[in-house]
Structure formats: structure tokens, C-alpha cells
């Protein structure tokens, strides 16, 4: 997946910091059923931010989806 291909984040990861990489907003509440899971989304913080390029495609992607996107 190009989100995750070439970086340290796992998906979940990807989708918590293209959220936190929104301008407005400061956070996110992810829910988590184990440990596991909690580390992982804390986890989030410290990988890299989506590059333009992948922001772009993701949006793109989300935007071709019926019902879902803009």
C-alpha cells in the first residue's frame, strides 16, 4: 500500500497522522481494544507525515469512492 510502503507506519498510522496533518486540527481520539492497539495509535506521533504527493492520492482515492469524500 503506498502508505505504508518505505515508511515505519502501519496503516492505522497512516490514517491517524493524514488526520493529524489536517490544518485545525490538534487532535485524535482513536479507540483501542488492547495494548497492542493503544501503542500503535500513540505510535502514530512518532512515524512521518504523508507527503504531499500521498496526501494528494489519498484524497484522491476517498474522492472516487461513492458516498464517501467530498
Do not use: H, Y
Not at 488526520?19 to 493503544?38: F, M, N, W, Y
Request: net charge negative; hydrophobic share 45%.
Amino acid at each position: 500500500m503506498f502508505l505504508t510502503e518505505g515508511t515505519n507506519r502501519t496503516m492505522v498510522q497512516a490514517a491517524l497522522r493524514f488526520v493529524l496533518d489536517t490544518e485545525g486540527v490538534t487532535a485524535v481520539i482513536p479507540g483501542a481494544k488492547s495494548r497492542a492497539q493503544l501503542d500503535s495509535n500513540a505510535g502514530a506521533m512518532d512515524v512521518p507525515s504523508l507527503t504531499d504527493e500521498e496526501r494528494a492520492r489519498a484524497i484522491e482515492i476517498a474522492d472516487s469512492v461513492e458516498g464517501f469524500g467530498a
